[in-house]
């Protein structure tokens, strides 16, 4: 997790310091970094998760393990940090399409800077700065923009509703249940086995699982606005 946010920062910053803005382009890169910061707490109690789990085994390296294995017999960590990987690239793809904007736009204004002559030489001073200045992409003008935006911010929603359903039906259940009975193939006899430090590893399933539906309820919002806003009035 620690090699995710070193890697990532370069990235955010890269695109936080972008020369072309677009509606709310704060926000989701708001919520990427409280994702982050979420992801990086909640995973502390499952970093040792092998070693919280134990049973009441004579053949405690082999027994354990298979029940271990068979009871987490679905990825925990690796799949929050996958489905975080899918939430960024659902922002970069809006970062894409808005470089491409700006890409056209410069191209569409150095033709045009050429058709024209150049009357003084503070004139192409002034082109030069308003080259450096930010674009805001006019989601009012552009349905193309609107819809890629609304495309988006649709697949934004789709990976956070899918972690929830991996929160809730994957390793919530995990941890719901007590001591329980583990019978395997390679140790047939009954065992008894725990997991330690269950109620701050469920109060971390809790902490991605609100942020994550608060991040979907924002999406839903602002996906009505879009639409209410820029297609219905366009």
């Not at 027994?63 to 990825?75: G, M, Q, S, V």
């Not at 045009?112 to 080259?131: H, I, N, W, Y």
């Not at 979907?216 to 996906?223: Q, R």
């Amino acid at each position: 997790m620690a090699a995710l946010v070193t890697g990532l920062i370069p990235i955010l910053r890269t695109a936080v310091d972008s020369t072309t803005t677009y509606k709310c382009r704060s926000l989701w890169f708001g919520f990427l970094c409280v994702r982050l910061v979420v992801l990086f707490l909640a995973e502390l109690p499952w970093f040792r998760l092998d070693a919280d789990f134990s049973c009441n085994s004579t053949k405690e390296d082999i027994c354990t393990r298979a029940c271990f294995n068979e009871h987490f017999h679905k990825p925990v960590m690796v799949a929050w940090n996958f489905l975080y990987v899918l939430l960024i690239l659902s922002v970069l793809l809006m970062e894409l399409f808005a470089s491409h904007l700006r890409s056209l736009a410069q191209k569409k204004s150095a033709q045009m800077r050429v058709d024209v002559e150049l009357e003084a030489r503070g004139k192409e001073e002034t082109a030069a700065r308003s080259a450096d200045t930010k674009m805001v992409i006019d989601l009012h003008r552009d349905r193309s923009a609107v819809g890629f935006y609304l495309f988006s911010i649709v697949l934004r929603i789709v990976v956070e509703a899918w972690f929830v359903y991996v929160l809730l039906t994957w390793n919530l259940p995990t941890l719901d249940k007590g001591p329980f009975k583990c019978k395997t193939e390679i140790c047939p006899e009954l065992h008894i086995c725990l997991v330690r430090a269950a109620p701050e590893k469920r109060m971390s399933i809790y902490a991605l699982a609100s942020i994550s539906s608060m991040v979907i309820v924002c999406s839903i919002l602002f996906c009505m606005y879009t639409i209410a806003h820029y297609l219905c009035n366009y």
